[in-house]
């Protein structure tokens, strides 16, 4: 096989995982939602949602805003929900630091879905995380329960199978993680492919561009020339530098990091 044979050949295999984990998904609970940041991951994710489902995204989409977004993340948004006529809500969040990471980007988040999938009672959260992203991420399942104070037993985990003759009684919600077989690169690739908008954001301006996007406010550029998809590719595969080192570093930090997942943060 070819290089483009197998490039193509991983990535059908990845998107047809992903596929079946969100039209099981679709049978098994009566009213998911999925969140949608506005990042590469989770615009994947709303087109698989339309490959899986005959060209439409069948559950609304979830968008956690404080007021704080980039511009060209406002703009994309509207520009999205417009030509792909996304369901969207709007999770208000409020803009304050919290106590444990520090920042404006963990509980206050947390606190802002919770209260949405109260009002709107889904039962489950389609959410766009990567194993690779992060070390406590990696500890996830593809699907994972949420207690009724909203909390994540990460000591306590369903098996990493599609049992769905279980039923999760006593969740607040359930979390369903159909891209945690992925990787940044990935999803680069798949962006490329299937030639999926993207947040201009990721692309470099005067010699920086954004690699993970968060507030305007607690999100930094790094040193990057690259500006296109080719060219963000061939720059992961040789820089050390990690996904997530632009985002606010204490919530990066591993134990904030799972102490704010064991509460419910994404």
Same mark, same amino acid.
């Given at each position: 096989m070819t290089r483009g044979e197998i490039m193509n050949s991983r990535l059908t295999e990845l998107e047809e995982k992903s596929i079946f984990i969100l039209r099981e998904a679709k049978a098994k609970f009566k009213k998911p939602a999925v969140l949608w940041s506005m990042g590469k991951d989770s615009t994947v994710m709303l087109m698989l949602c339309k490959k899986a489902f005959l060209g439409n995204v069948p559950f609304p989409a979830i968008n956690i805003d404080s007021g704080r977004d980039f511009p060209e993340s406002y703009e $994309?948004?509207?520009k999205m929900v417009k030509e792909w006529g996304i369901n969207l809500l709007i999770a208000q969040a409020e803009h304050k630091k919290?106590?444990?990471?520090?920042?404006?980007?963990?509980l206050n988040k947390a606190e802002a879905l919770k209260k949405l999938l109260e009002k709107e009672k889904f039962d489950a959260l389609i959410v766009s995380i990567r194993r690779d992203e992060h070390g406590v991420r990696a500890k996830e399942r593809y699907v994972s329960p949420r207690d009724k104070n909203f909390r994540w037993d990460f000591e306590n985990? %369903? %098996?990493e199978i599609f049992n769905y003759t279980s039923e999760f009684k006593d969740a607040s919600h359930v979390r369903i993680h159909p891209l945690l077989h992925w990787n940044e690169v990935d999803i680069w690739e798949y962006s490329k492919a299937n030639n999926i908008p993207v947040n201009p954001l990721y692309f470099a301006k005067n010699g920086k561009r954004y690699r993970s996007i968060?507030?305007?406010?607690?999100t930094v %550029? $790094?040193?990057?020339?690259?500006?296109?998809i080719d060219e963000i590719i061939k720059e992961l595969k040789t820089t050390d530098i990690s996904e997530r080192a632009g985002r606010a570093q204490d919530k990066e930090k591993e134990y904030v990091m799972q102490r704010l997942r064991e509460l419910g943060y994404m």
């Open positions: $994309f948004k509207e919290d106590a444990i990471s520090g920042t404006a980007e963990g985990q %369903p %098996p968060g507030y305007a406010d607690s %550029p $790094f040193k990057s020339n690259a500006k296109t």
